[in-house]
Nanobody, 119 residues
Framework: QVQLVESGGGLVHSGGSLRLSCAVS????????MGWFRQSPGKQRELVAA???????MYADSVKGRFTISRDNAKNTVYLQMNNLKPEDTAVYYC?????????????WGQGTQVTVSS
């Protein structure tokens, strides 16, 4: 059974930073592309950043230059460093991955972690 466990959300002032982590477990699961989505009330879930195994990361235009995605393949963990946070970054952030496809969304989701940025 594949599980994604997220951590690192919270409340921060505008201009602050947070680091999200997502650990993927599963006996034979090897994540290919790993990424982060977010969803705020009344809006569709959107892709924030993704990083395929052995390839360059991609970012939504709204977070370029402020967010950095990285992964530790030995730990099956993906991170999202978020700097210079803005109130519009407030959302529930979800980790997402799959083991057989390069594009997201994949089949596996984390439980979500709340990020709240106050002005």
């Amino acid at each position: 059974q594949v599980q994604l466990v997220e951590s690192g959300g919270g409340l921060v002032h505008s201009g602050g930073s947070l680091r999200l982590s997502c650990a993927v477990s599963g006996a034979t699961f090897s994540p290919y592309t790993m990424g982060w989505f977010r969803q705020s009330p009344g809006k569709q879930r959107e892709l924030v950043a993704a990083i395929p195994r052995g390839a360059s990361a991609m970012y939504a235009d709204s977070v370029k230059g402020r967010f950095t995605i990285s992964r530790d393949n030995a730990k099956n963990t993906v991170y999202l460093q978020m700097n210079n946070l803005k109130p519009e970054d407030t959302a529930v952030y979800y980790c997402n991955t799959d083991d057989g496809v390069a594009s997201l969304p994949g089949d596996y989701w984390g439980q979500g972690t709340q990020v709240t940025v106050s002005s």
